[in-house]
């Protein structure tokens, strides 16, 4: 199986600050890379599809690059409303998750 | 607006069975693979299972091969999955998600889960 490492596993910013999470598969999965966002309680929400690609009406805060195998999820500028569990998910050959990037204020 | 409600979970002994449901609308449920996914408190998302959009074809993880089964009623625009010989490691928020029409693995719609424990 493809294994995604997510970096970091947490992290505090301050509201307006840039934030970045990476996400490193171990093999070469293309741009087959979705982005979700878990707020305590609820289901994950998709973010970022096809490594890059904004979700109809997901604010253009939120961003994706990358491919191949090393993948970046940024928020340009941190909201309060979200703060949340992040994780990567390949789906270039079967189904993996990161592990996760709790993100505080 | 796609929409996708699980229910069924609850409280359940080792060794016991519970069946889960999913009920989709918003789309043309016949269409898309769906998939039922698991999250323990506190810990990582695991894929668990998978149909294909008839029903025809299904996969499983091997945690939960020959105990888990799934199946859909597209009529209902439903999706279940049969838990059997539950263990407290099956313990979590178990989570219907829809694929794509030609991908199982493409998630984009989840639901928003249900409670599902497994304790003497």
């Known amino acids: 199986d493809i294994q995604m490492t997510q970096s970091p596993s947490s992290l505090s910013a301050s509201v307006g600050d840039r934030v970045t999470i990476t996400c490193q598969a171990s093999q070469d999965i293309n741009t087959f890379l979705n982005w979700f966002q878990q707020k305590p309680g609820t289901a994950p929400k998709l973010l970022i599809y096809g490594a890059s690609n904004l979700q109809t009406g997901v604010p253009s805060r939120f961003s994706g690059s990358g491919s191949g195998t090393d993948f970046t999820f940024t928020i340009s500028s941190l909201q309060p409303e979200d703060i949340a569990t992040y994780y990567c998910q390949q789906y270039e050959s079967h189904l993996t998750f990161g592990g996760g990037t709790k993100v505080e204020i | 607006q796609v929409h996708l409600v699980e229910s069924g979970g609850g409280l359940v002994k080792p060794g016991g069975s519970l069946r889960l449901s999913c009920t989709a609308s918003g789309f043309v449920f016949s269409d898309y693979y769906m998939n039922w996914l698991r999250q323990v408190p506190g810990k990582g998302l695991e894929w668990l299972s998978y149909?294909?959009?008839?029903?025809?074809?299904?996969r499983y993880a091997d945690s939960v091969k020959d105990r888990f089964a799934i199946s859909r009623d597209n009529a209902k625009n439903s999706i279940f999955l049969q838990m059997n010989s539950l263990r407290a490691e099956d313990t979590g928020i178990y989570y219907c998600?829809?694929?794509?029409?030609?991908?199982?693995?493409?998630?984009?719609?989840w639901g928003q889960g249900t409670l599902v424990t497994v304790s003497s």
């Open positions: 998600a829809r694929g794509t029409t030609y991908n199982w693995n493409d998630l984009n719609y």
């Open positions: 149909s294909s959009d008839s029903g025809s074809y299904t």
